[in-house]
């Protein structure tokens, strides 16, 4: 009876932990926290309307999403450049990093405005640019891209961006499918 009497009080013990457990999650949907939604438009600009072509492409649509807090695309949509498109695109960029030049993430329009600003519409986090650079390229016709808008991304326990309804553009391989890049280099100007 006693080697019986232990497995029982242990099984009952651990019944009374799981019952407790059970009651410290949440048990309607109100209670579970909510992932922010996709803001903007994955719409082509009335501008670009032309020279471009909606396609599929699963793979590079899945490559350039991420998840709430991590940065790249909450949404976006899939795009080819027509044969005689001639797109100028913009890439703000690290100059202490040679290999970001022509990196993934671009813009349709030149940025303008506060550093601030730009960092907030496109999700761009103090420790990964101090955005120092810019390039300007010319998008070769009959290339894949994504255009889409920003996913939340966590920098730091003080700074987190939310999702932003700024469009970007997200290319697989910019160094293949960009030419004529003239480079710029910040300059301070305070106001």
């Known amino acids: 009876m006693k080697t019986l009497t232990l497995p029982v009080i242990l099984l009952a013990l651990s019944g009374c932990a799981l019952q407790q457990a059970n009651t410290d999650m949440p ?44 940065g790249k695309l909450c949404q976006g949509k899939v795009y080819e450049s027509n044969a005689d498109a001639e797109v100028v695109i913009y890439r703000a960029w690290n100059s202490t990093n040679p290999g970001s030049k022509l990196g993934s993430w671009w813009a349709l329009y030149e940025p303008t405005g506060a550093v601030a600003d730009y960092r907030e519409d496109y ?11 810019m390039v300007r390229c010319t998008l070769k016709p009959n ?35 960009v030419e004529n890049c003239t480079t710029f280099t910040a300059e301070f100007s305070w106001k």
Not at 32 to 46: F, M
Not at 127 to 133: F, V, Y
Not at 152 to 169: D, G, I, K, M
């Open 27 to 70: 048990t309607a949907p109100a209670e579970i926290a909510a992932v922010p939604e996709c803001v903007g438009s994955t719409d082509i600009p009335a501008a670009f309307a032309e020279d471009f072509d909606a396609v599929t492409d699963t793979a590079l649509l899945a490559d350039s999403l991420g998840e709430p807090t991590k």
């Open 143 to 177: 290339t894949k891209v994504v255009i889409g808008n920003g996913q939340s991304a966590f920098c730091s326990a003080y700074l987190t961006y939310p999702v932003s309804e700024s469009q970007q553009v997200y290319i697989q391989d910019a160094a293949n499918a």
């Open 123 to 133: 999700e761009i986090c103090y420790q990964w640019s101090p955005l120092d650079k």
